[in-house]
């Protein structure tokens, strides 16, 4: 069996695991209705003020996805691994002439496929109902973020994933990814308002500190791509003097590359290295 049909194959097993499980389809159904809802409420505050076009509703979506999928990523990145460890699955595989670099990478393939379905049917939901109403550009918009939340929640399937390989259990697996999202979704934000007037960052500071988290990386980026660089204020235009905006959206998009990559390649060095 060749290393692309071994790869194919364990991904397609990952990938039946994930629909199976129960808080993956409760996952799905909250994203959906959440999209549906700020959805709604952009169209409403809209049409309140007498404006045409969907932008208030795309805004609310970019809330959205960037919040709930990036969990749902972790979390499965880190169970699936993990609770495979625990089953006898990955000994299992093990002993099949199947080389332990690939047990990481079908893992995340799988579980990518999953969530990129749970943003596709949630954001989908929210878009039928922008059609109504949209423009090309909200089209356009609507389409960008599809494309970054994809991004973002890659990242958080291999963040999870390399959690997963260096936990001892499931449970510590679950509880180490859930940590995560709340220091990636919030603390940051938290730590960097408290600190920030402080210690008098700057924008190239507050560039690094985008930087180091993919779910911000992934916000900035969607407001560069969808407004330019006057919608971050000062910071856009630090972004603007100093890399202009096509290299600013090359910089944040190579990071959220970075966050990819760099936490697959661990567990895949933790896995060939550690007994499982």
Known sequence: MSAMSQVTGLAAFELRGATRSRWVLIGAGVFAAAAVGATVA???????????????????LVQVA??????????LGAGSLARDRERGFLAMFAS?????????IATFLGGVVAVWAIVA?????????????????D??????????????????VAIGIAIA??????????????????????????????????????PSGLLAAVLVNPIEAG??????LLEGTAALGPFGAYLSDRLGRPGAITLLGSSLM????????????VTRRRDI
């Not at 952009?42 to 609310?60: E, N, P």
């Not at 099949?96 to 990481?104: G, N």
């Not at 499931?170 to 934000?189: E, I, K, P, S, Y």
Request: charged share 5%.
């Open 42 to 60: 952009g169209l409403r505050s809209f049409a309140s003020l007498g404006l045409a076009g969907a932008g208030a509703a795309t805004d609310g």
């Open 121 to 137: 049917f949630g954001l989908g939901a929210g878009g039928l109902l922008i059609a109504t109403v949209a423009t090309l550009a």
């Open 96 to 104: 099949q002439p199947v080389s332990r670099t690939t047990l990481p």
């Open 219 to 224: 916000r900035v980026l969607v407001l560069l």
């Open 165 to 202: 390989a260096l936990a001892s259990t499931h449970q510590q697996a679950t509880a180490a990814a859930a940590a995560m999202w709340l220091l990636l979704a919030l603390g940051l934000d938290l730590l960097l308002a408290g600190v920030a007037p402080g210690l008098r960052l700057g």
């Open 139 to 156: 089209l356009a918009a609507l389409a960008t973020v599809v494309v970054v939340a994809f991004s973002v929640t890659a990242s958080a």
């Open 66 to 75: 960037l919040l709930l999928p990036p969990l749902l990523g972790l979390l």
């Open 258 to 269: 970075a966050w990819t990559a760099g936490p697959l390649l661990l567990a895949v060095a």
